[in-house]
């Protein structure tokens, strides 16, 4: 399961969506997750879904590989559907037994809930799969820059992000290193209830840790020894330029929007 978190990875291949500016695919990925919260109607979730595999299917991104984003939040998506499937009041009751009550407000709640995590997770691995962490801080940087003009430190808050998401396949792998030695001397992460396993996991925690201010410490002297003191005044070996397929992609996140909007208003379910 450790291996199965895909935020944060990058899958290298040549696709139309690899190409494009990584300030268009930071742009609409906001879009996109946005849009989730402006509708509570099944029609908009069949035009999010449909959107969103004409994506997968262009960026060249196995669908497999990209669902297995899915399996360590698996827990949390069904303990959020439970809780609106049974504190959901409404009108229509379908199941009432002790103190659950099961209504048609309450199913619909908690079906929507479920897709919006759903595509939350998928949408957020398509950008990091398709983006270099590198390219991930220049767009960060570019289009807070603005924020500059008000002594925010934009520069620093964009590396400090890209570095949290190259850790994260890091410190995943180390995990996954650290529980098979544990597993070869003995250790059981599988048997026994949720508490149990937690209680299993404790020994992970103090390696991890160690390991994880290890490579910290290793990175700061490592860009200190390459005197980076900041980012004013640095140049780009390769900035950031707009293209014409850059334009496209914008009018067509600004196109899906508008389907979006017009299919809800007058959808009926």
């Known amino acids: 399961m450790i291996r199965d978190i895909t935020i944060g990875q990058y899958y290298a291949t040549d696709s139309v969506i690899h190409r ?5 695919k930071v742009v609409g990925t906001l879009a996109y997750l946005i849009s989730l919260f402006c509708f509570n109607k099944f029609s908009g979730y069949i035009i999010a ?8 299917k262009i960026s060249h991104v196995p669908f497999k590989f990209m669902v297995k984003g899915l399996k360590p ?3 949390m998506l069904i303990f959020t559907a439970a809780l609106n499937l049974f504190w959901t009041p409404g009108e229509v009751v379908l199941v009432k037994a002790w103190v659950f009550t099961i209504t048609l407000e309450g199913v619909k709640r908690s079906v929507f809930m479920a897709l919006r995590l759903t595509f939350l997770i998928i949408g957020s691995s398509l950008m990091t799969l398709t983006t270099t962490p590198n390219q991930l801080t220049d767009a960060l940087e570019k289009l807070l820059k603005p924020l500059n003009k008000i002594k925010v430190p934009v520069h620093e808050i964009a590396m400090m992000m890209s570095i949290a998401l190259r850790f994260i396949p890091i410190l995943v792998d180390e995990t996954d290193k650290i529980m098979k030695a544990q597993m070869a001397r003995g250790a059981d992460f599988e048997s026994g209830n949720v508490i149990q396993r937690i209680k299993a996991m404790l020994p ?14 290793d990175l700061a002297l490592a860009m200190d020894a390459r005197c980076y003191h900041g980012g004013e005044g640095r140049t780009k ?7 014409k397929q850059d334009v496209i992609a914008y009018l067509t996140v600004a196109a899906y929007a508008v389907v979006l909007g017009v299919v809800v208003k007058f959808s009926v379910f």
């Open 237 to 243: 070996m390769k900035p950031l330029k707009y293209k």
């Open 204 to 217: 992970i925690l103090i390696p991890l840790f160690i390991s994880a201010a290890r490579r910290a410490n």
């Open 20 to 24: 494009l500016d990584p300030r268009v």
């Open 49 to 56: 879904a449909l959107f969103f595999a004409i994506l997968v």
């Open 73 to 75: 939040i698996m827990f």
